[in-house]
């Protein structure tokens, strides 16, 4: 399962973009609107999973796994169907090697003095200022590093400017990740602290029905599907209509509102949490009586940072890598994802640790969370 969504999910935001033309400006709206509506697919597969979880649970899981393979049979019948449309880029080799070849060429130039050298293939693609040192791996040291052709006898002492610059760009967008790893972090903590909230909390309304912590995970999903969902048919259409030319927010403004919603989920769920443990320590209680409604306000703000910021980290991924590291960017993001997780666990056994010394019960320990 894994292996199959490793190669899925990088792949088909490549190839997504790959039907955009992005040399035009309606190419580049279509690239957008892509992200959006690939996400807002995305949640919608992740709210049927959940059901699929309770037919398993509570119904037969004979027919919990029927369901995603009927699902997969269709998905892969609907894409076999439009293969003819599909514009389909060729592979051109693998990037990861030639960015080692890079660091490798530099590291092996690395006292050579650029300032009279001459650099392989630099018509191609233009140099940017940044991170020169490597370009020495481009540096034409001497003429017997290239044939007869005129290309390198040795990739791994010789590479092109593009090979150099692929590499700048991919060391350019990584603050970027780093920034996106906070935003995912915050996310992480709702799908897992968030629950365990839910489940020692008060999920009883007036009128008996009782909510299952498992539903609020449903929170996040709704809030971002209602933002993509308004952005794209209302937002984007309406201006359009008024003014002739669809307005949207640029990746910049979404990804400062996607870590201004980062950072007042947490403060939200700080106060509510404090509320809620306050009050269950009060009645010496494994439950707080505090309603599980007091916890939507930070799982909408986490499913707000997923419309603005996750998507918008997606975009700036493939925009600003070169068609051939589309695949590349969607990995990216994707680790960015995992990474978040892994420092979230991380983050947990530290306030787990902290928390109990002195023989206090631990703020994420025992039956208070």
Request: net charge positive.
């Given at each position: 399962?894994?292996?199959?969504?490793?190669?899925?999910?990088?792949?088909?935001?490549a190839f997504g973009a790959d039907q955009s033309n992005m040399t035009i400006k309606e190419g580049r709206s279509q690239l957008e609107s892509f992200f959006n509506w690939w996400y807002f697919?995305?949640?919608?597969?992740?709210?049927?999973?959940?059901?699929?979880?309770?037919?398993?649970?509570?119904?037969?899981?004979?027919?919990?796994?029927?369901?995603?393979?009927?699902?997969?049979?269709?998905?892969?019948?609907?894409?076999?169907?439009?293969?003819?449309?599909?514009?389909?880029?060729?592979?051109?080799?693998?990037?990861?090697?030639d960015l080692v070849k890079v660091i490798t060429a530099a590291t092996r130039k690395h006292r050579l003095d650029c300032s009279r050298c001459s650099f392989y293939d630099p018509d191609f693609h233009p140099r940017t200022k940044q991170l020169r040192c490597l370009e020495k791996a481009a540096a034409i040291a001497d003429q017997n590093e290239l044939?007869?052709?005129?290309?390198p006898k040795n990739g791994w002492r010789l590479c092109s400017i593009q090979q150099v610059e692929n590499l700048k760009l991919l060391i350019g967008v990584m603050p970027v990740c780093l920034a996106g790893i906070g935003c995912f972090m915050t996310m992480d903590q709702q799908t897992t602290n968030g629950i365990l909230q839910a489940i020692q909390s008060n999920n009883v309304l007036l009128s008996g029905f009782k909510i299952p912590p498992g539903w609020m995970g449903l929170s996040p999903m709704i809030a971002l599907s209602i933002w993509i969902s308004t952005y794209e048919i209302l937002w984007v259409l309406q201006t359009k209509r008024l003014t002739g030319k669809a307005k949207r927010l640029t990746m910049t403004q979404r990804i400062n509102i996607g870590l201004i919603s980062a950072m007042a989920c947490s403060i939200v769920a700080s106060f509510v949490e404090k509320k809620r443990r306050t009050a269950a320590l009060k009645l010496g209680s494994f439950k707080s009586p505090i309603t599980i409604l007091m916890l939507l306000p930070q799982f909408a703000l986490s499913g707000l940072v997923e419309a603005f910021a996750a998507v918008a980290i997606m975009e700036y991924l493939t925009t600003q890598l070169p068609d051939s590291m589309r695949t590349v960017a969607g990995a990216i993001f994707f680790i960015s994802l995992s990474m978040a997780s892994y420092l979230n666990s991380?983050?947990?056994?530290?306030?787990?640790?902290?928390?109990?010394?002195?023989?206090k019960t631990s703020w994420l320990g025992g039956g208070f969370m």
């Open positions: 399962m894994a292996i199959g969504a490793g190669g899925i999910r990088p792949c088909n935001i697919s995305f949640t919608f597969a992740f709210v049927i999973a959940l059901t699929v979880v309770y037919i398993q649970t509570n119904i037969s899981w004979v027919i919990g796994f029927a369901i995603p393979t009927a699902c997969l049979l269709v998905s892969i019948v609907i894409f076999v169907i439009g293969h003819h449309a599909y514009i389909i880029v060729k592979p051109q080799g693998s990037i990861f090697v044939d007869k052709d005129g290309k991380i983050l947990v056994n530290i306030v787990h640790k902290t928390t109990k010394k002195g023989g």
